[in-house]
């Protein structure tokens, strides 16, 4: 039998990082210094932070979902207290609450802007409830001033996951500042990569103060190195990471604009599509784009957008079907008693959705291509 090679066609990927030269230098540089960990890259990729978004204080971790643990021990999270999320999102938003015995209550989602339907939260508050999670999904946002309403009137803490939203906004305030504090992920695939990494921004300086410490095994900063306040992690992010968040950050403008004018290109191809929509984005949000998700109509089903995903990749371009409802992931079903039909918004859109390329290296064809082909599959 002879082993003939497949015809390549050409991949167009899903997404990847853009990386320049400047951001090599500045690694190399400091691998050619002892500071590895703890060193002065730290402090100045925290401060790109706190300079874009004029928020006090800005805490760098190992990841985002790192940023979000040690937010829930700052914030006293107890087994048992319940926090309200969507669960149309990223599994980390949810697992994070997890972690310590937390309780996780999701709230369907609104079908047009595909954030938490804020709505639809007061009836899932209970004397349980300590806190609300709003998620900026896909790097728009939720309804915040409502959010913030609701919390005051029910004397509830507002934790933002803006792990997907970096430069995006909310009535000119930087997503991520919103809540008492916010999280930001760095994975490659996100708008800035620091490979792995996370940040915590908030204005509160105890949370400021007990993340810094808990991220660094509960170090306090005056007490030596083998002094331990209280229980902490190593959930540190290193200089290595750091260096290149900096220059990432530095070209934030730059990425932002480029991911603006991919998601442009889709934009006009689809606008005349009746059979796909796009993510509704409120008049007071500036959206950061982080994927370019689509949404088939109600006339497909699971198994025909899964179809068209497999049939998308045969023809090079490469996809998915974010998000996967979190209450249907498997130990969700198991663990929690989720099952399907219990959130009809989320699993009507989670079934039908479409993530195309989305990257900086995407040229107007490869966007053409992948519309095109998407189209032919219709
Ligand atoms: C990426 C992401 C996270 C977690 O970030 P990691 O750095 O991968 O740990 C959390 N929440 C959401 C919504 C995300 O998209």
């Not at 015995?101 to 954030?115: A, K, N, S």
């Not at 934790?159 to 919103?178: F, H, Q, V």
């Not at 957008?305 to 198991?334: E, M, W």
Request: a negative charge; one cysteine or more.
């Amino acid at each position: 039998m002879t082993h003939r090679e497949k015809p390549v066609t050409r991949q167009i990927s899903l997404s990847g990082p853009d990386i320049s030269e400047a951001e090599i230098e500045a690694v190399t540089a400091v691998l050619r210094t002892p500071y590895l960990s703890l060193g002065a890259k730290l402090d100045e990729f925290e401060q790109t932070f706190t300079d874009r978004l004029g928020v006090k204080h800005a805490i760098a971790t190992s990841s985002g979902t790192a940023a979000l643990h040690l937010l829930w021990r700052a914030f006293g999270l107890n087994p048992g207290d319940e926090v309200i999320t969507t669960p149309f999102s990223f599994i980390a938003s949810a697992n994070s609450i997890l972690f310590d015995g937390g309780r996780v209550v999701f709230v369907d989602i609104d079908p047009e802007t595909w954030q938490i339907d804020v709505a639809r939260i007061e009836t899932a508050v209970t004397l349980r409830t300590k806190a609300l999670l709003p998620v900026d999904v896909f790097g728009s946002l939720p309804d915040m001033d409502a959010i913030w309403s609701l919390a005051k009137k029910h004397d509830l803490r507002v934790l933002e996951d803006s792990c997907e939203a970096l430069g995006a906004s909310y009535k000119g305030r930087p997503a991520g500042t919103i809540g008492e504090a916010g999280t930001f992920g760095f994975y490659p695939n996100k708008q800035i990569t620091t490979g792995e990494g996370g940040m915590i921004v908030t204005n509160d300086d105890e949370l400021a103060f007990l993340t810094r410490s808990m991220r660094n095994q509960g170090r306090d900063p005056d007490a030596g190195w083998l002094q331990h306040a209280r229980l902490g992690y190593n959930y540190r992010i290193c200089d290595i990471n750091c260096a290149l968040g900096i220059v990432q950050m530095q070209r934030l403008d730059e990425i932002l604009a480029k991911r603006t004018r991919v998601a442009g290109w889709y934009s006009e191809r689809l606008a005349d599509e009746p059979r796909v929509a796009m993510m509704e984005i409120p008049d007071e949000v500036t959206i950061a784009w982080f994927v370019m998700v689509v949404r088939l109509s109600d006339d497909y089903s699971q198994a025909d957008r899964d179809d068209i995903l497999a049939k998308l990749r045969r023809a090079g371009i490469a996809c998915s079907n974010y998000f996967t409802p979190i209450h249907l992931q498997p130990f969700y079903q198991q663990q929690h008693g989720y099952k399907p039909g219990d959130f009809p918004i989320t699993e009507a859109l989670s079934a039908r959705t479409v993530a195309l390329p989305f990257h900086n290296h995407l040229s107007e064809a490869d966007v053409d291509q992948a519309v095109t082909e998407l189209r032919k599959l219709l």
